[in-house]
Structures are given as structure tokens and as C-alpha cells.
């Protein structure tokens, strides 16, 4: 991608960006689960190192990632926006294989299925009864239907000189994806009063803001002009 005209970055910002945000995707995917779904990892914070008990939140690791980009594109004076539209394009395929291994693993299974659901299936640990499998239902969604989006606008349109176009698609696309399998997801155990209560998940209530912001990012981006071809950033 970055070998196309008109990148606004190098080679050398991209190396930079994958160490940073895989700091952030840690760092803030831990912190983040920790703020949104278990409080209780703050009154013994060592535990916020046991990421082999698992807890991570996309949605802290999504702040994470965004605090790097911020990070690496003020140090290298290259564009914020621009840079995270070429990020995104690639972020579906992370969860694609996330959620394939949510689904290998045998977590974050999804609600209780009826009997019209025959590819429904039973869980270790979830009980005796047949579920949802939400994680493929997220693979397929969040990933996959996104990739091809994505990759599309990128690479048959001129989506990528407009600014923000692919931050806006992504993030949209997203949260309506991700907005939508919470029907079928178990919420969190520590969460089901909240989601009973409130009428919907966790997940879901944090995918409403990003669906704001999507949609304020394609709108901005379509009523402004592309802009035209620009000097590939050097190495």
C-alpha cells in the first residue's frame, strides 16, 4: 500500500507504527477491559499482568493504537488522518483471526440458540446447551465483510485521497457490525445485570459513539474534494 503514489508515510514510519501499536493493542486492550468490563482488576492491579487469564478490550486497544499513530505522526510531522486510513485498511484482518482464535479457544461464545439454529453448538464450560457461535458470527462480520470493503475502496476507488474516507468506513462498519452480534453474544457474567437492566450489552453501548464518529468522518470526507496525486513519502 505504502508503495502506491501519494502514501503519506515510509517504510520507516510503518516499522515504527508496528512496534508502537502493538504496545498500545496491549497496553490499552488490557487497561481498557479492565475500565469497561472488570473494575475489580484495580484493587489488585498486578493482576492487569495476567493477560494468560485473558480480558482484553478492542475497544481500549482501539485507544491504544490511536495514541501511538498520534505518537509516530507527531515525532515524523507526517499526516494523523491519512495514516490511520491506511491502518485501517488492515485492521480486519487482525480481527478476523482474533475472533477465529476466540472460537478455537472456546470463549466469548454467544447466547443460547433455539432449535432452528442447526449449525448451533455446545461450548466447554458454557453449559450443557446449544449456542450461538458469535465468534464466527464476529469473523465473519468485523473481518472478513470488512477486508473486502475496505480493500475495495482502497484499491478500486479513489477513497484513499480523501482523507478520513476509510477511518470513517471502518469505524462505522464496525460498530454496526459489532453492534448487531451482541444480539447473539453472552455478555460478560459480571455484566449481565447491566445489559438486563439497561437493555443492551456493554459492547453495544460503546459501539454508539463510534458509529457517531464514522459517520462524521465519511460525510466530512465526501463533501470535501479529493485531493490530487502527492510525492510518495521517502525512505
Known sequence: MIRQPGAPLAQRHVDDLFFWCTIGIIAGGRLGYAIFYGPQLFLHP???FKLWEGGMSFHGGLIGVLLAITWITRRAQIS????????????????????????????????????????????????????HPSQLYEAGLEGLVLAVVLLTLFWKTRARWRPGLLVGVF??????????????????????????????SMGQWLTVPMMLVGLFFVVRALIRPAQGSAVPATA
Open 46 to 48: 498486578l493482576d492487569l
Open 80 to 131: 494523523f488522518l491519512r495514516t490511520c486510513d491506511y491502518v485501517a485498511v488492515c485492521v480486519p484482518f487482525g480481527l478476523l483471526f482474533g475472533r477465529l482464535a476466540n472460537f478455537i479457544n472456546g470463549e466469548l461464545w454467544g447466547r443460547v440458540a433455539g432449535p432452528d439454529v442447526p449449525w448451533a453448538m455446545v461450548f466447554p464450560g458454557a453449559g450443557s446447551e446449544p449456542r
Open 171 to 200: 469505524t462505522l462498519g464496525y460498530a454496526l457490525a459489532r453492534f448487531t452480534v451482541e444480539f447473539y453474544r453472552e455478555p460478560d457474567a459480571q455484566l449481565e445485570d447491566f445489559a438486563f437492566r439497561t437493555g443492551l
